[in-house]
């Protein structure tokens, strides 16, 4: 398998997990299903999954899941949050998504192709070598003054210096906003983050010339592709990233 292969793919699921949760009205996506691998489990997130594996299940992967796990056989891994922003999507709040990040490994590090869809806009990002929004390349922006930083914090527990903080409820559409220059960095060091929550768009991240780190500095490459695996992420531009870690330390 390469990277086009995983962008038909990943362009097939995004497709199905759409018309999927489309189909289910607002006032019953909220509603309780079952107590999945993560934790509850609403009919929206059990929809989206059926969705999305409906179509994985055709090919030869190894797929990491948040409601249900591992499942499938075969030497590519992907990491899968079928439904990224659950509470926004229950509400009406129209930012979330479907994450998929391809590896040869069950580590972040082997990763070859990030895949975020917003299933609100229909926008799509995609990295291989480089990454692309809607097909046109993306790069963040490299801004180096903390002062003038649209940051996104999840969530601040002492006085920052940013010009503006948000929470968005989406990581995997966070981390691509950054890439693509909308908002300087990407802060959650809460150790509540699953590694299909960022993968896809950590990935992209980095293909469009941004870094990803732990709080200490240290690269996520050793992350692994398991249900048990947290996070904590800070992702910037290079030229920011020093002077966040002195900030958040």
């Known amino acids: ?54 179509i994985l299940r055709k090919e030869k992967l190894r797929i990491l899941s948040e409601e249900c796990g591992y499942v499938g056989e075969g030497d590519i891994f992907v990491a899968l949050d079928p439904l990224d922003g659950t509470f926004n999507a229950v509400r009406g709040i129209p930012i979330y998504s479907v994450s998929l990040c391809f590896s040869y490994s069950e580590k972040f590090g082997g990763a070859f192709f990030g895949y975020v869809f917003n299933l609100c806009s229909g926008d799509e990002y995609y990295a ?6 809607n097909e046109r390349e993306i790069k ?66 980095e293909k469009a010339g941004g870094i990803a780190a732990d709080e200490k500095g240290d690269p996520l490459t050793n992350k692994r592709f398991e249900l048990s695996e947290r996070l904590n992420v800070v992702a910037t531009n290079k030229r920011l990233f020093r002077k966040l870690l002195e900030l958040i330390v």
């Open 128 to 133: 291989t070598e480089r990454a692309f929004k």
């Open 1 to 54: 398998m390469d990277e086009r292969d995983a962008l038909r793919i990943s362009r097939a699921v995004a497709k199905n997990v759409l018309k999927a949760v489309s189909s289910i009205p607002l006032n019953r996506r909220g509603e309780f299903y079952d107590f999945g691998k993560s934790g509850v489990t609403k009919l929206v997130d059990k929809v989206a999954e059926d969705a999305a594996l409906e």
């Open 140 to 205: 963040v922006v490299e801004k180096d003054d903390p002062k003038e930083t649209n940051a996104i914090v999840y969530y601040p527990d002492r006085s920052l210096p940013f010009k503006r903080i948000r929470a968005l409820g989406s990581a995997a559409l966070e981390t691509c906003f950054v890439a693509e220059g909308l908002f300087d960095c990407f802060i959650d060091i809460r150790g509540m983050l699953r590694i299909f929550d960022v993968a896809g768009g950590i990935y992209i991240l």
